[in-house]
């Protein structure tokens, strides 16, 4: 018994490293390609395309902030969860138009620091 215990408890030990190894090489990868010049200019020029675009559809599209923020405040569940179904919070967005309009692909919210914003897309593990 107590074999197959140690062999199990360096199978997992072995397991873990290889993950953490795969993780470090993947973030290595990751940090050189995000601070690729070309890259940091696309990404700052996409932010002020998606933060022109949020402010011009900012008119027509608050009512909606206005229902997110009535019903956050309030506690609606009903509104809540009749709302955009996409994992955009995690980048500081939370899309606030009526779920199901995923496949128009435009999504619009305010920032966490309060500016209207509009972006094209998904998360990549949405559903």
Request: net charge neutral.
């Amino acid at each position: 018994m107590g074999e197959n215990s140690t062999e199990a408890r360096v199978a997992v030990a072995v397991r873990r490293h290889a993950r953490l190894r795969t993780w470090r090489e993947a973030e290595a990868r990751i940090k050189a390609v995000m601070s690729d010049p070309e890259v940091r200019r696309l990404g700052e020029e996409i932010r002020q395309e998606e933060a022109r675009l949020g402010a011009e559809l900012r008119r027509r599209l608050q009512p909606f902030q206005d229902r997110y923020d009535c019903a956050v405040r309030e506690g609606n569940i009903d509104v809540l969860t009749r709302t955009c179904h996409g994992k955009h919070g995690r980048w500081g967005r939370i899309c606030v138009l009526s779920a199901g309009h995923e496949s128009a692909e435009l999504h619009w919210g305010i920032t966490a620091e309060g500016q209207p914003v509009a972006w094209v897309g998904s998360a990549p593990d949405d559903d």
